[in-house]
């Protein structure tokens, strides 16, 4: 009943054109896109326009969607009972601007061609200006458009923006980077398609060097899609430390050790100094450009180094790094001098009682002077004293009085 209704009522309009040709013929001119996009499930809005070139004091809007055997009424802005019941209430007239015949479906769910029809902006019915809705299942994507330069503590403006159909109900969209000042905007392009853009103003810091921007649209059907980019940021450098190469943690009196220089910075460090930092001053040792690594050898007193990092946006400073150093005991040394000038005594005033021996230890001397010169109390006290030694790794200190 309801198909034949809406045949009754297009085979009338036509009959009523053919009556009063003068009446409706081309007295309207419409202006729409040939063609628009849609996405699934969201809203779409048409846009249209007309002109009449007589004064008409009623003026009811149809719009149409091209079927066989007959059309669909989909749209009728004073008899919505006559609307197709599938696009009851999804359908409305968009009032944006003077003379608009705009319309706009929600939940659009399908291909198809439509029309709009006033007081004769078409000569015949079948010949009226259509416009193809083409159906999408698939979003579109943002895009983020970001300077070419970015460096630390220098505010820029980063904008994401997408384009879409529906400028009632446009696509939000949101930053993965919170604490920043956004302005959205809305810019209207040609044929129904508008662009919806944010700005934020960003203050672009070190520890977002090589992290990800995001910036996510959500449709009024719950549909998302996002873009996404790696921040490169250019900073001086940042977090310098002093490290040994390889890690070793033990260090001895005149080891060769290798010290590096490291830091976080875009572009990388390029340029070094270092420094060993004494009790009461800091001596520059030498400045390296290119190369972070040195090679040092350990002295007798406890060793302090730092180093200074530079690249083409600035310097830092790296903290100390206080070396550990493990060492024979100057007390060790000392015996070992006082047994060998004992020995060399012995060597001249006894020589018939000289061992075969060899000496690789101050035990094998001090067992080597006992055999020389007798068995007296001081040479067995010096090795025990040399046994306990032995057993012991003395940290280096500065040499008590009492020795």
């Known amino acids: 009943m309801e198909h034949y209704k809406h045949f009754h009522r297009i085979i009338l309009m036509v009959v009523l054109q053919g009556w009063f040709p003068g009446s409706y013929s081309q007295d309207s001119t419409i202006t729409l896109p040939k063609s628009i996009r849609a996405l699934r499930g969201s809203c779409v809005e048409i846009p249209c326009s007309f002109i009449h070139s007589v004064d008409l004091d009623y003026v009811n809007l149809i719009w149409y969607k091209k079927l066989l055997p007959y059309d669909e009424i989909i749209f009728d802005q004073y008899f919505s ?12 007239l968009v009032v944006n601007e003077t003379n608009s015949c705009s319309l706009r479906i929600n939940d659009v769910q399908e291909t198809g061609t439509y029309y709009p029809y006033i007081h004769g902006n078409c000569d015949d019915i079948t010949d009226c200006q259509t416009v193809k809705v083409y159906l999408s299942d698939v979003p579109n994507k943002p895009s983020i458009q970001i300077p070419s330069s970015l460096k630390e503590e220098e505010s820029v403006s980063i904008s994401c923006s997408v384009e879409h159909t529906c400028p009632s109900s446009p696509p939000s969209l949101r930053w993965n980077k919170d604490g920043y000042n956004l302005t959205a905007t809305q810019e209207k392009l040609k044929d129904g398609v508008w662009k919806v853009d944010t700005v934020m103003a960003y203050l672009p810091s070190y520890q977002d060097h090589g992290t990800t921007l995001e910036c996510e649209a959500t449709y009024p059907n719950g549909l998302k899609s996002q873009h996404m980019t790696t921040l490169n940021i250019k900073f001086s450098p940042k977090n310098i430390r002093v490290v040994m190469f390889e890690g070793k943690k033990e260090v001895k009196e005149s080891d060769e050790i290798r010290l590096i220089c490291t830091s976080d910075a875009n572009p990388a460090a390029n340029d070094f100094i270092w420094y060993n930092n004494k009790r009461n ?3 520059e040792l030498r400045e390296e450009h290119g190369q972070n690594i040195i090679n040092v050898t350990v002295g007798w007193d406890r060793e302090k180094f730092s180093c200074t990092a530079r690249n083409p946006l600035g310097e830092g400073k790296s903290g100390v790094l206080e070396l ?3 060492y024979e005991s100057v007390y060790r040394n000392s015996a070992y001098i006082i047994l060998l000038a004992a020995l060399l005594t012995c060597f001249q ?12 230890s101050p035990i094998d001397l001090y067992k080597t002077l006992a055999v020389v010169m007798g068995e007296f109390a001081p040479f067995r006290f010096a ?6 030694a032995k057993r012991r790794k003395i940290r280096k200190t500065a040499p008590a009085s009492r020795f």
């Open 81 to 92: 009972s006559q609307i197709y019941e599938r696009y009851r209430g999804r359908t409305s």
């Open 281 to 283: 001053e800091t001596e």
């Open 324 to 326: 550990q150093v493990l």
């Open 349 to 360: 005033c006894r020589p018939q009682k000289l061992p075969n021996m060899i000496v690789t």
């Open 383 to 388: 090795e025990k004293f040399a046994k306990f």
